[in-house]
């Protein structure tokens, strides 16, 4: 649910058209990278995302981002099952963003070499308390991650302005560590529930 508006509601809607505006005018770049508006009415956008890669296409994500109180406050970007529009656990939502650290200087075969070795430490952008729980994309310029007790001295006002936390930067973000770097289905077939898939992502940095 969108939080209350406590900004001069005026002021985000503005914005948040401005920011609607500027993908409409860009969504023929972002269709062809599996990235869809479906919805949008103020203050939140509703965003399926398909890996491009993939044949036969399956919708990999879906998003609702919520815009209330932008920008003195981040968005809110909600996972959620792309049919009824509700919040999903962790353990429903199949897609990793995972990034490896980055390593100036250093050769891609050899980094190729250290991932075949486990050698590297990745990390995954999608956070969630526990399986059960909604998860939550964990970097700055998203409400989530500010509002998390763990970042209370990374404040959402030391990124405003810089670009962080506008749509584009959200949308290219789950595209390039998420659905983008997609390439093929793991299948896993179980008697009692039938088959489930399961992305298998390149890892980007």
């Not at 993908?23 to 062809?32: D, H, K």
Request: with cysteine.
């Amino acid at each position: 649910m969108p939080e209350l508006q406590t900004v001069d509601p005026g002021v985000s809607r503005a914005k948040f058209d401005r920011q609607i505006g500027w993908f409409q005018t860009q969504a023929g770049i972002y269709r062809a990278q599996g990235c869809f508006l479906i919805e949008a009415s103020f203050p939140t956008a509703f965003f399926i995302f398909a890996p491009p890669k993939i044949k036969p296409q399956i919708i990999g994500a879906a998003v609702e981002i919520d815009f209330s109180n932008y920008d003195l406050r981040p968005p809110s970007v909600v996972f959620v099952d792309p049919f009824i529009r509700r919040p999903i656990a962790r353990k429903d939502l199949l897609l990793r963003m995972l990034r490896r650290p980055h390593l100036p200087g250093t050769p891609p075969d050899m980094i190729l070499v250290l991932m075949q070795q486990n050698a590297l430490s990745l990390s995954d952008f999608i956070q969630a308390n526990s399986a059960e729980h909604t998860p939550f994309l964990c970097m700055a310029g998203v409400r989530e991650y500010h509002d998390n007790p763990a970042h209370s001295g990374d404040s959402w006002l030391l990124h405003r302005g810089s670009g962080e936390g506008c749509l584009a930067f959200i949308l290219d973000k789950i595209i390039k560590y998420g659905t983008g770097p997609v390439e093929q289905l793991q299948y896993q077939f179980q008697i009692s529930v039938g088959a489930m898939i399961a992305p298998l992502p390149a890892i980007p940095e």
